[in-house]
Nanobody, 123 residues
Framework: QVVVVLSGGGFVQAGGSLRLSCTVSGLTGDVYAMGWFRQAPGQERERVSCTSWSGREAYYSKSVMGRFTISRDNAKNTVHLQMNSLKPEDSAMYYC????????????????WGQGTQVTVSA
């Protein structure tokens, strides 16, 4: 059984930083994908950043590019999302997802989802 566990989140002032971590278990093989998504109230879930486990494929949304960084710790089956220069519009419920293969950084391409964590950025 594939299990995805997210940790991190919380409250931060605008301009501050937060770090999210996500660990996946139950996926075997040399290639798989992990992604970060977020959803604000009344909004559709949107992509933030995705990466293959090899790192050969990676994606950042335009709204976070240059501020957020995705990184991998392959030995621990963990990915991190370092969020810097946070803005109030970054406030959302953040989700981590995993899949056996990297197709694209879209919600429908990820089969395994962890619990969300709230990120709130105050002005």
């Amino acid at each position: 059984q594939v299990v995805v566990v997210l940790s991190g989140g919380g409250f931060v002032q605008a301009g501050g930083s937060l770090r999210l971590s996500c660990t996946v278990s139950g996926l075997t093989g040399d290639v798989y994908a992990m992604g970060w998504f977020r959803q604000a109230p009344g909004q559709e879930r949107e992509r933030v950043s995705c990466t293959s486990w090899s790192g050969r494929e990676a994606y950042y949304s335009k709204s976070v590019m240059g501020r957020f960084t995705i990184s991998r710790d392959n030995a621990k089956n963990t990915v991190h999302l370092q969020m810097n220069s946070l803005k109030p519009e970054d406030s959302a419920m953040y989700y981590c997802a995993a899949d056996e293969l990297y197709y694209d950084c879209v919600v429908n391409d990820f089969n395994y989802w962890g619990q969300g964590t709230q990120v709130t950025v105050s002005a």
